[in-house]
Each structure stands twice: as structure tokens, then as C-alpha cells.
């Protein structure tokens, strides 16, 4: 018995970087100001493509600031960006996101907090109901 062979692509995909931080370079390059540094400029650009929520926080508080963060959410926001920090606001799926999740479940202490937290609305007795 033999197993069956899984066709490869010719080529390995080898991009290190996420799509988007060739943009955030390209918008950085264009600032009318070269001497003026802005973070997303002189810092790590992969910040603001990060996956821990905790990094995606800390590129929202180093845009705080930014002189540009106006145009660059403005643009953000025409250009229909999928993912990562722009003008200060975590996009995930081309929308704007107040705080993204991490990955896998939630904690289950999370979640029996949020079910108290809802459990005191309503009735919550189906024999009152009746």
C-alpha cells in the first residue's frame, strides 16, 4: 500500500514580511517632512503587523502623536487595508477593531465572567416567564 503523493508548488513562498508593510513604507517614504521621525518610520515596521495583541496596542499609543495619522487612517480606510495598525486603529479584515483578541479560546475564567455579567439582565427564571 502506498500513500499518496501531495503535489508541491515550483517555488517555496519565501516573503518574510506581510503585504502591508511594503504600504506602510511606501507611505512613510512619501511623508512631506524627511527630517520629521515618526514611529512607523524609524521603528520596527513588522509592530504594526504584529499578531500579540499587547504589540498592536503598543503601534496604536506610538501613533498617538503622529502628525500624519489623519492622512494615514484616511487612507487606511480607501485603500480597503485588511489587517494591522493604521492612523492609530487596529484594522482586522479590512474593519476597524477596538481591541483584537489573541489567538485560540478564550480563557475559561474570561468567559465565566462575561456569562455573570450577562446572567444578571432579564428575568434569567423561565418559571416567571410562564
Request: net charge neutral.
Amino acid at each position: 500500500m502506498s500513500l499518496p503523493t501531495v503535489p508541491r508548488p515550483r517555488e517555496a513562498w519565501t516573503d518574510p514580511q506581510p503585504a502591508g508593510v511594503d504600504l506602510l513604507t511606501e507611505l512613510a517614504n512619501g511623508l512631506p517632512d524627511v527630517d520629521l521621525e515618526v514611529p512607523c518610520r524609524t521603528g520596527d515596521p513588522d509592530l504594526w503587523f504584529a499578531e500579540a495583541p499587547k504589540d498592536l496596542e503598543r503601534a496604536k499609543a506610538l501613533c498617538a502623536d503622529c502628525p500624519f495619522r489623519t492622512e494615514c487612517l484616511a487612507g487606511a480606510i480607501e485603500r480597503q487595508e485588511p489587517w494591522g495598525v493604521w492612523g492609530g486603529e487596529i484594522f482586522e479584515r479590512g474593519r476597524i477593531v477596538a481591541r483584537k483578541r489573541p489567538r485560540g479560546r478564550p480563557r475559561k475564567a474570561d468567559v465565566a465572567a462575561s456569562g455573570a455579567a450577562t446572567k444578571g439582565t432579564g428575568s434569567g427564571n423561565r418559571k416567571e416567564a410562564a
